[in-house]
């Protein structure tokens, strides 16, 4: 049985973004001839044998990088990916992926002569919404992690103004009322306002990491929020 070659995510993604170049040069270009195009923009080695069944099961990504292809600019040329070095694999897996490669081809000779039939299409419909999910949770990127930052002493309109300030900080808000009957909170960064807050607040965040004392205003507090959201 043939070895199976398992993308990383790197690969997948540069094997994509060759597929929506290839659409947006040649809208009408078949997708068979597409996928195996695209794989250009990797190692030779790291190719893939296209089939009925591969296309059968990247329908999803197919149809998502034609339709990129019609509203985004030409990118630029995709570099050649290096090969990643392959994890050791339990063999029962890979016996399951070849499995599963040729059901895919099977299924696809089945449906091919009735692709228009009415329930046909719904289950291809209902397979692309979870395959496109399952795909874009693959190729995007992670969103950073915003820091979290705690600040006790300000009032309501203080807190709104601030949060729309710094869309890069997740704030938590006390007031200095609050701050004596409610739990000590974690942060990121504690900030304590010090002349709105009495000394049981300040003896509670006492030993807490990263704790800032303000001794000013608003406008003082924004030196300190500059230093928190600058990247370590």
Same mark, same amino acid.
């Given at each position: 049985m043939r070895t199976r070659i398992v993308w990383s995510k790197e690969e997948k993604a540069a094997h994509y973004e060759r597929l929506v170049l290839l659409f947006k040069g040649n809208p009408t270009l078949d997708s068979k001839n597409a996928f195996r195009e695209a794989q250009d923009a990797l190692r030779y080695e790291r190719h893939r044998k296209v089939t009925d069944g591969t296309i059968f099961t990247h329908k999803v990504m197919l149809a998502m990088a034609r339709e990129e292809a019609k509203r985004e600019p030409i990118p630029q040329p995709v570099p050649t990916v290096a090969p990643v070095a =392959?994890?050791?694999?339990?063999?029962?897996?890979?016996?399951?992926? *070849?499995?599963?490669?040729?059901?895919?081809?099977?299924?696809?000779?089945?449906?091919?002569?009735?692709?228009? =039939?009415?329930?046909?299409?719904?289950?291809?419909?209902?397979?692309? *919404?979870?395959?496109?999910?399952r795909y874009k949770a693959e190729v995007t990127p992670p969103k950073p992690r915003l820091p979290s930052v705690l600040i006790i002493g300000l009032n309501g309109c203080q807190m709104t103004s601030v949060s729309k300030s710094y869309p890069e900080i997740r704030f938590t808000f006390m007031t200095g009322e609050e701050a004596v009957s409610r739990n000590r909170l974690n942060a990121d960064h504690t900030i304590l306002m010090t002349k709105f807050i009495n000394h049981s607040v300040q003896n509670k965040y006492r030993q807490v990491p990263n704790l800032h004392y303000c001794n000013g205003g608003v406008s003082d507090l924004s030196t300190l929020l500059y230093v928190v959201k600058k990247p370590s």
């Open positions: =392959a994890e050791p694999a339990n063999p029962l897996l890979k016996i399951f992926d *070849d499995l599963l490669d040729l059901l895919a081809d099977r299924i696809a000779e089945r449906l091919r002569p009735q692709m228009t =039939a009415p329930e046909v299409k719904q289950h291809v419909n209902a397979q692309f *919404d979870t395959q496109f999910k």
